[in-house]
């Protein structure tokens, strides 16, 4: 009986290292381009194509668009009042810093979301993750 706890002991020690194998021992990434995307329920949609190199992101493109499918750029939120226009733009500039941060933070975890632009920050942060999974 003695023998068997432990060796019940030793499996679930052994079962705990390995399921937290990445934080002990670090992930490791394929190099090469990997997407992510999240749909958002209101059909806003956030891309993300990274690319990976010695286990780094090197680069990282991050595409939003709108419920009905356009590109979130310059003409974002045009077609609604002046203040509506001026938010969506402050939004569409704030999220461009998004894929410099990733870069320099290289953890999505770690990054802070910029005011104006938090919910493309909540779908670029799921999406990475998307994209990080398909890399390993």
């Given at each position: 009986m003695k023998k068997t706890l432990i060796?019940?002991?030793?499996?679930?020690v052994i079962g705990g290292v390995f399921a937290m194998k990445d934080k002990f021992f670090g992930v490791t990434y394929?190099?090469?381009v990997y997407?992510?995307?999240y749909q958002a329920d209101d059909g806003e949609n956030?891309?993300?194509?990274?690319t990976l190199k010695d286990n780094r992101i090197v680069a990282c493109v991050l595409e939003a668009r709108d419920a009905l499918g356009n590109i979130k750029d310059e003409n974002h939120g045009r077609d609604g009042?002046?203040?509506?226009f001026?938010?969506?733009q402050r939004a569409v500039r704030e999220m461009k810093?998004?894929?410099?941060m990733?870069?320099?933070?290289?953890?999505?975890?770690?990054?802070?979301?910029?005011?104006?632009?938090?919910?493309?920050?909540?779908?670029?942060?799921?999406?990475?993750?998307?994209a990080l999974k398909k890399a390993r």
């Open positions: 060796l019940i002991a030793v499996f679930v394929r190099d090469g997407e992510g995307e956030t891309k993300v194509i990274l009042s002046a203040e509506d001026r938010q969506a810093k998004y894929p410099d990733l870069i320099e933070a290289q953890d999505v975890d770690t990054m802070d979301s910029i005011s104006g632009a938090s919910v493309t920050y909540k779908a670029m942060r799921i999406a990475v993750h998307e």
